[in-house]
């Protein structure tokens, strides 16, 4: 019995001596945090989304504040969250520019299907099955809303088998993107208007056979933009957004009727909502 209490009395010694010690060295070796690293994430919008590129919102307030990283970085907190880092590190943080997650496809439902899928329904493992997924169309969104579930925004829902982003709601994190195994989802200024939404770069009449909405490379888009914002880049319409004067007249020639402007009926069907 004695042999017990000795080894729970050093055991106990033991621990006080090395509680002491580290006690002493956190006093030693403590290092003054800048109050102004709390007051910066306090400021961002504190989704720890990565967007800006560091691991969360406290890592990019340190790097502001430490490795003057650029005060504009962080897209869920926008223009407001800008605007107290500024004043915070007493410096001008540059313009803010919203940019928001933007789904280049419009087939869903109207895609073909090459096979019937029973698996289970998560994109990347659909995208992994046979041939690359069940539908004809390589390149199209499979609507089995992965890029939903990344979404801590609400921003996205899954409209007649194709993903449809929320402009209004989308706080331009891009979790989004990564979620998606097509790839299909981009990032883009959310003022822009003219969309394309398809990522098809197949020649035309492949993409007939696959898709009722797809982008077939006619070049009518290109031919008609009176502001040389729209050109066709391998069978694919892209425009530049910087160019576009949002006339609509990419929208009225394009025989597929895919390209839209807000207010009107996307090929998905349902109205397009962006700023």
Known sequence: MSNVI?????????????????????????VDEDPRIGEIASCLNGA?????????????????????????????????????????????????????AYVRCSGGDKAHNKYQYDG?????LASAAIGGGPRSCAYGCLGYGNCVSACKFGALEIVDGVAKV?????????ACVSACPKKLIV???YTAAGLIPCNNT????????????????CRICEKNCPHNAVHIVDNLSVK????????????EKCPRKLIFFPGSVSPAGSEEKIG
Not at 240 to 251: E, M, V
């Open 187 to 189: 990032a883009v200024p």
């Open 6 to 30: 000795f080894a729970l009395c050093v055991l106990g010694g033991l621990g006080l001596v090395f509680g002491l010690l580290l006690a002493v060295a956190s006093k030693v070796f403590h």
């Open 120 to 124: 289970v329904k998560d994109c990347a």
């Open 240 to 251: 530049d957004y910087s160019k576009c004067q949002n006339c609509g007249i990419c929208a």
């Open 48 to 100: 720890n989304c990565g967007a800006c590129g560091y691991a969360g919102c406290n890592a990019y307030a340190e790097a502001i504040v430490k490795d003057d990283a650029p005060l504009n970085l962080c897209a869920p907190g926008g223009a407001e969250a800008l605007s107290k880092v500024s004043a915070i590190m007493g410096e001008d943080g540059g313009e803010f520019v919203r940019m928001v």
């Open 202 to 217: 197949d020649k035309g009449g492949i993409t007939r056979k696959v898709c009722e909405s797809g982008c077939i490379g």
């Open 166 to 174: 929320d402009h209004e709601k989308c706080r331009g994190c891009l």
